[in-house]
């Protein structure tokens, strides 16, 4: 009943219960023994109300060691009066432990902590009681610098709940920074992107700007972290020497935006210090080393597409190792083609241990797992080749468009000329192809459609190969050179049944035309995947049959070149010495090979 009574804050009702028991003959009520499940005394019941006349009534029946009493969750009475924001339980509290007339118990009463490692303090800033606060501080000002088991001090708390009245409360107190234990205030107002509590910080006492975190990190380090351009900014400005504050790891705080990708961050911290070959961190590294490292994609196209950094390309750190070293070492595939891409990366340079980027690169392939290798081998290949080459991709991005343009014209003439001629518009079906029915025809039909359409496709894919992206740029080359093969091949397949239908009535001429297309389309086929495929094949076996194959048409070329009196048309015969002809007009350009 008297925790029913208390609970509701029914006075009457508390005292009614009281009478009761104690007029049942000599019985004498120890309040201080009743508790709750959880351990609550009725004075921490009591502490929690709005109203205080209960408390008031039961306080001075406590003894005086029980004021600090803890329930099961660690808490006093006091924690549960700043928790409910009761300024006047506070005082009453209070009061009693300075009635007792010791110091050191009305101190413990303040700085007791929960099982959380919250005081009275920490509870009354958590739920936004300035009045309380008020109050806690006065009484005695060391938990301002206690953290709790999340690692925050009260300070912290008001940053994160975004309370400009608390934190001014206690930024009005004469604070010692170096005091403060766990996350520092100006961290967490970074952190949370307070920048309104950033600007009351500096103003009310700006030696909190001079903490760092475990990491030996100041706010701006922390700001770059987190890509919080308005607190970059700020920090600039009033805190300019941060700028060039090492961390624990050697880095400044545009190193670690470079590690991050944040390539808005760069900007602003470049607009303080432009001159970027002075921002080297402790190892030597520059910005753009920095990104390479840690495999920063959007910052290391900003560097490379930035006139006034490209001085940065080539350069080295302590180790030798240029920005394409320190890609290839982690191995950062699109990265790597980034820096390979550039005109202005220098592909040859050896680092202190006379190594290039190439023979890092082999020595990923060496130590790589054979398990993972079988599914990572081609694109690896694909970059060492590209490194071997230097820009291999650029001249092969602009030669295909030629190509598949021509494959498209020709299958669109042949489209429209196709084999047999059309039926006359006096017989029936007029326009339809003579030829319609006959297997060999639509065959041809099929494979010339298939062509012309492919090769569109092809230059399509060749167009994205021009954005300034590596990624998207070797994906449309890969699709591209798939594209070709199937335009090429079916080209072919379509001029070989186009000639068979043509001389189908002698045998032996139509199976030669077969067995004709038949070697130059497997040729043909076998040139073109030697091209790409000598980039990916990483055994032997393979590399040979490839180049087999790439030796076969060199030789067939040098066999046409020996023999350049073999039997022509006229017209096609070449011109003697004084530009003349045996017969027909003398047009001094003789046939190419």
Known sequence: DLFTATERGQVDKFIGVIERYCSEGD???????????????????????ERDEILRAIVNHFPDNLLAEENCRGDTALHLAARAGRAPAALVLIGRASEVGESERRRNLVQVRNRRGNTPLHEAVMNDHLEVVEILIGEDLQPVYWKNK??????????ERGNLGVLGILLAKPLEPSCIQGESPVHAAV????????????EKNPKFFGLKDDGQCTPLHLAAYINYCDGIKFLLEEFTSSAVEYDRDGYFPIHVACKEGHVQAIKELLRQWPNPMELINQHGQNILHVCAKYGSIQAVKYILGNADLEKLINERDNDGNTPLHLATLPWHPVVLLDLVLHKRVDCKLLNNECLTALDYAREQMKITNSTIRKCVEAPTNYIVRALQTGGVLRVQRDAHPIV?????????????????????????????????????????????????YTAMSVVMFLSWAQVND?????????????????????????FMAGGYLLVSKLTWLASLVLLIGAGAL??????????????????????????????LGVMTS??????????????????????????????GNPPAT
């Open 522 to 551: 497997c040729l043909l086929c076998g040139l073109h995947m030697a091209t790409y495929a000598f980039f990916l094949a990483n055994t032997r076996s393979v590399r040979y049959i490839l180049l087999c194959g790439i030796r």
């Open 27 to 49: 019985r004498r009520l120890c309040l201080w023994v009743i508790k709750s499940p959880s351990r609550n005394l009725l004075l921490h019941i009591a502490a929690g109300l």
């Open 404 to 452: 598949a343009t021509l494959v498209a014209t020709v299958t669109f003439a042949a489209g429209l000329t196709v084999p047999g001629g059309f039926i006359e518009s006096s017989e029936a079906n007029p326009g339809t192809a003579t030829m319609l029915n006959k297997g060999m025809f639509q065959a041809f039909v099929i494979c010339n459609t298939i062509a012309m």
């Open 191 to 202: 952190l949370h992107r307070k920048l309104d509590m950033l600007m009351e910080i500096s």
């Open 558 to 587: 040098r066999l046409v070149a020996r023999f350049p009196d073999f039997p022509q048309d006229e017209d096609l015969q070449p011109a003697r010495k004084n530009g003349t002809r045996t017969t027909g007009t003398s047009n």
């Open 470 to 494: 590596s990624y998207i740029a070797l994906t449309a080359h890969i699709m591209a050179m798939k594209g070709m093969l199937v335009a090429l091949g079916t080209m072919s397949v379509a």
């Open 150 to 159: 999340e690692g925050k001090c009260p300070m912290t708390l008001a940053v």
